[in-house]
């Protein structure tokens, strides 16, 4: 298999949708905290459930499920947010669950540049315990209308509606939360 273009990503953290196991680099995740309640932002692309409040700033939540084609469900209690950074912002990512951190080996990574030119949210595959993971390009999950329209909305509501935001509760890293070093 060929290797990663950049030596950070062999590094990742896999987290759970449904069934099936995805993954982001490392070198991209601040942190892992329980879910907390989402204000919800009208005029958002669809696959953004709305905002949190962490640590007193704004932060945008991106539903994977509805960004690849998954069924939508309710949140549970048992459900993470992965606190994660793009070239113009931080995150949260919505998972079922995080199964931890793996190094993997060269031998078990495939760059998709090369291999998936079409597939643009995807960084690569990764075989771990006999199965292949996508591990996706955090930046690519935005498209350029869609960032847009995010920074418009983001700037306008949390000028007007900080309040409101900062009112809901909050997350202050509960016990077993994740933070990268």
Request: proline residues 7%.
């Amino acid at each position: 298999m060929n290797e990663f273009p950049l030596p950070k990503l062999k590094r990742v953290l896999v987290f759970t949708l449904d069934n099936s196991r995805h993954a982001l680099p490392l070198s991209v995740i601040d942190c892992v905290v329980r879910v907390v309640e989402i204000t919800p932002l009208p005029k958002m692309p669809e696959f953004i459930r709305g905002v949190i409040n962490l640590h007193g700033t704004v932060i945008p939540v991106i539903d994977l499920r509805k960004r690849l084609g998954l069924p939508w469900r309710e949140m549970i209690l048992d459900d993470r947010f992965i606190i994660a950074r793009t070239a113009k912002r931080t995150v949260a990512i919505m998972a079922d669950s995080v199964a931890g951190i793996y190094e993997l080996p060269d031998k078990d990574l495939v760059s998709a540049d090369k291999n998936f030119p079409f597939a643009e949210d995807i960084k690569g595959l990764a075989k771990l315990d006999d199965e292949l993971i996508l591990v996706y390009d955090l930046d690519q999950f935005l498209a350029l209308d869609e960032e847009t329209a995010l920074t418009g909305e983001l700037t306008e509501k949390t000028s007007w509606d900080r309040e409101k935001i900062m009112e809901k509760p909050h997350v202050d890293e509960p016990e077993g939360t994740f933070h990268q070093s």
